[in-house]
């Protein structure tokens, strides 16, 4: 029964390319969330989402970053023109009903933008 | 929006003792209490929940208290052994608007020393 997945699990970026991350929720999970994690501090919500739908996405910047969770595979965090200050841990979190039920979090992709 | 705040951000106890991690809430409609351990560089990992129809819950050496009037919970960690030394994080579900979403506290470094 495999956990949560995310790839890749690292990922360097020069300023102004993109970044897609993916995520895969456990089997019979139709809940997704994404958490940004910058060095020593706390989780912050970004987006929440169940298949072909976006929940709540107010954690998430306007610009920039898009989240989806379509039909057939994973969920995908994207992130174009990507600046210094979006390197961080990039946690998603998936959940079989939703709070204020049990989430589980994936390993994580460490985005690095040089 | 949901505010969680979590004392101490470090913690040092001998192996043996007993660690406490306290967090307050300020949303009174908070129904949803989750503690996740991280170890450095690894996911975030569920140890213990409460929901909010209940004081207390233990799990071996893992306590959580919940004290709804006051708006706080606890973590409370017995025979404390190496192995517990992470980061943990506290956590709250808001309410309208924000029960789509964990709010996390900024984490306490627990170390235990041999």
């Known amino acids: 029964n495999a956990g949560v997945m995310q790839n890749p699990r690292h990922l360097v970026r020069r300023r102004g390319q993109e970044a897609r991350l993916r995520c895969s929720p456990m089997k019979g999970h139709s809940h997704v969330y994404w958490y940004r994690q910058l060095p020593e501090e706390g989780l912050k919500f970004m987006v929440y989402l169940q298949k072909e739908n976006i929940i709540d996405e107010s954690g998430m910047p306007k610009e920039r970053f898009s989240a989806e969770f379509p039909k057939e595979g994973p969920s995908i965090l994207r992130i174009q023109q990507v600046v210094r200050g979006d390197s961080a841990a990039y946690f998603c979190?998936?959940?079989?009903?939703?709070?204020?039920?049990?989430?589980?979090f994936g390993p994580g992709t460490r985005l690095t933008v040089t | 929006g949901e505010n969680v705040e979590q004392h101490p951000s470090t913690l040092s106890v001998q192996e043996g003792d007993s660690a406490v991690i306290k967090c307050t809430y300020s949303d009174s409609a908070s129904n949803y209490f989750p503690w996740y351990k991280q170890e450095l560089g690894k996911r975030p990992q569920l140890i213990i929940d409460?929901?909010?129809?209940?004081g207390e819950k233990k799990d071996q050496r893992i306590a959580v208290t919940l004290n709804k009037t006051a708006k706080h919970f606890s973590l409370h960690i017995t025979e404390t052994q190496p192995e517990d030394s992470a980061v943990y994080f506290c956590?709250?579900?808001?309410?309208?608007?924000?029960?789509?979403?964990?709010?996390f506290g900024k984490g306490t470094k627990l170390s235990v020393i041999p």
């Open positions: 409460i929901r909010s129809n209940v």
């Open positions: 979190a998936s959940s079989d009903r939703g709070l204020p039920y049990e989430q589980y």
């Open positions: 956590a709250a579900v808001g309410s309208g608007a924000g029960s789509y979403q964990l709010t």
